[in-house]
């Protein structure tokens, strides 16, 4: 259900009202009981944090991107034979 928000005329006060798409709006405030309008908002937002939503999600791995980095390993010492 979407949250509407409402701005009364009488006490100036904006409050937030959960409602069905199907209900219909405030007419009087529910602090003072004077008239209301409905205002238009831009609603939630999407908001992707972190490295990407696609990027950890969706996006195909290529064959070099997917395998882990090879770790290199100290050079080997060479034992002298008697």
Known sequence: MPTYEYRCF???KVFEKLQGMNDPALKKCIHCRGKVERLIGAGA???FKG???YITDYKKKS???SSPAPKS???ETK???K
Do not use: A, M, Q, V
């Open 63 to 65: 064959g070099s991107d």
């Open 51 to 53: 490295s990407g939503f």
């Open 45 to 47: 937002g999407l908001i």
């Open 79 to 81: 034992k002298e034979s």
């Open 73 to 75: 390993t100290p050079p």
């Open 10 to 12: 009488k006490c100036k």
